[in-house]
C-alpha cells in the first residue's frame, strides 16, 4: 500500500524492498538493503524499530505511533532552526553571490574579461518555438542599432543567449507566481472545506461548495477544484481527479492534502478529523514561512541603504560644507 500510494521516490524504494521479499530474500536483509539505499535517519529509525518489533514482540500500531511522533517533533524543529537561521542563510547567500556579480559587472565594463563559460503538447511546442524566435528577433535587433559595433562578437553572442533564457525564466516566473497564490489560498480553503463537510456535506459536494464560494477571493484554487468537480462529472474516479489536481498545480501542500485524502478514503478515516489535523499543520507552516521572510527583511533593506539612502544622505550633509570649502580655496588661490 505505501509503495503504491506514497510520493517518488521513496515509492520506489518500498517497492523495491517488495520485490526482494517476493525473490525469498528474508525480510530483515531487504530491509536493511533499503537503508542503505536510503541514508536518511529517520528511515533507519523506522527499520529499527520494525526489526525490534520482530524480534522481541510488542504492539507494532503503538510503536510505529510513537515513531511518527519522534519524526514530526525532528521536522519541526528543523523547520524552527530555517526560520531563526534565516538571516544568517540570506547573508551568505548574497556574499557567495556578489563575487559572481562583480564579474558579471567587470564583463560588461571591459569585454577582455569575458571567457566562453558554456557550461500541454501545443505549449510545449510554442515555448521551443519561442526559444528558438527571440534569439533570432534580439541578435536582429543587435545588428540594427549598430550594438554589434562595441564588440562584434560579444553582443550578438550575449543576446542570443538572453534571447534563449529569457521565455523559460518568464514561464518560471509565472508557474512560481500561480504556485504562490494557490499557497497562499490553501488554507482558507482548508477551513471552508472542513465546515462544508462536518455540517454534513459530502467530500464532493463540499468540493464543489468551496469552488463556488472562492471564486471571488482565490480564483486559480477555485479553478482548479471546479476543474476537479468537472472531471468526476464525465465518470472519472476520485482518487484520480484528485491525483491529477496534485500533478498540475506541482506544491507540496496540495500533494500531501491528497494523498492524505485518498488514504481516508481507502481507510474509512474521518474525513472531517483528518482535514482538522491538516488544516492546523498547514497553518503552523503558514505562520513559519512567514516568520522565515520576516527574519530576511534586515538583510534585504542592506543593498537599498548602500546605494540610495546613504549616498542622498552624505550630499545633504556633506555637501554645503565641500562648497564652501572649494570656494574657500578658489578664493586663497592667487589670480
Same mark, same amino acid.
Given at each position: ?19 526482494? &521479499? ?6 530483515? *536483509? ?89 557550461? *500541454? ?37 550575449? /543576446?542570443?543567449? +538572453? ?5 523559460? /525564466? ?29 455540517? =454534513?456535506?459530502?467530500?464532493? &459536494? ?17 479553478? !482548479? ?14 482518487? *484520480?481527479?484528485?491525483? !491529477? ?7 507540496? *501542500?496540495? %500533494? ?8 481516508? !478514503? ?10 482538522? +489535523? ?9 505562520? &513559519?514561512?512567514?516568520? !522565515?521572510?520576516?527574519? %530576511? ?21 556633506? =555637501? ?7 570656494? &574657500? ?5 592667487? /589670480?
Amino acid at each position: 500500500m505505501i509503495a503504491k500510494e506514497s510520493a517518488e521516490p521513496i515509492a520506489g524504494e518500498f517497492r523495491a524492498t517488495f520485490e526482494e &521479499q517476493n525473490f525469498d530474500l528474508p525480510v530483515p *536483509d531487504a530491509l536493511l538493503n533499503l537503508t542503505e539505499r536510503v541514508p536518511i535517519v529517520d528511515v533507519r529509525f523506522f527499520i529499527t524499530a520494525l526489526l525490534v518489533q520482530k524480534e522481541t514482540g510488542g504492539n507494532l500500531a503503538e510503536i510505529l505511533d510513537g515513531l511518527a511522533r519522534v519524526v514530526r517533533d525532528r521536522f519541526r524543529i528543523y523547520r524552527e532552526v530555517r526560520v531563526r537561521t534565516a538571516q544568517g542563510r540570506l547573508t551568505a547567500g548574497i556574499l557567495i553571490a556578489l563575487p559572481i556579480f562583480m564579474l558579471c559587472v567587470l564583463s560588461i565594463l571591459n569585454p577582455t574579461y569575458i571567457r566562453v563559460l558554456f557550461g *500541454d503538447p501545443t505549449a510545449v511546442l510554442a515555448m521551443r518555438g519561442l526559444k528558438l524566435a527571440v534569439p533570432v528577433v534580439l541578435v536582429i535587433l543587435v545588428f540594427i542599432t549598430g550594438f554589434y559595433r562595441l564588440n562584434p562578437y560579444v553582443f550578438p553572442v550575449l /543576446a542570443a543567449i +538572453v534571447g534563449y533564457l529569457v521565455p523559460e /525564466a518568464w514561464l518560471v516566473w509565472r508557474v512560481h507566481a500561480r504556485q504562490h497564490r494557490l499557497r497562499r489560498a490553501l488554507p482558507d480553503c482548508l477551513d471552508l472545506l472542513v465546515i462544508c463537510v462536518e455540517a =454534513g456535506l459530502g467530500l464532493d &459536494q463540499a468540493l464543489m461548495k468551496v469552488a463556488q464560494e472562492m471564486r471571488v477571493t482565490h480564483r486559480e484554487l477555485s479553478d !482548479e477544484l471546479q476543474l476537479v468537480n468537472l472531471e468526476m462529472r464525465i465518470g472519472k474516479s476520485r482518487i *484520480d481527479a484528485l491525483r !491529477e489536481l496534485a500533478r498540475r498545480t506541482g506544491l507540496d *501542500d496540495i %500533494k500531501s492534502l491528497v494523498a492524505m485524502l485518498i488514504q481516508t !478514503e481507502r481507510f474509512g478515516t474521518s474525513v472531517a478529523k483528518s482535514l482538522r +489535523v491538516y488544516s492546523d499543520d498547514l497553518r503552523v507552516k503558514r505562520r &513559519q514561512r512567514a516568520e !522565515e521572510a520576516s527574519a %530576511k527583511t534586515t538583510v534585504k533593506m542592506v543593498p537599498p541603504l548602500v546605494f540610495f539612502i546613504f549616498p542622498a544622505l552624505m550630499v545633504v550633509i556633506l =555637501g554645503p560644507a565641500v562648497i564652501t570649502l572649494l570656494r &574657500q580655496l578658489m578664493l586663497a588661490l592667487p /589670480a
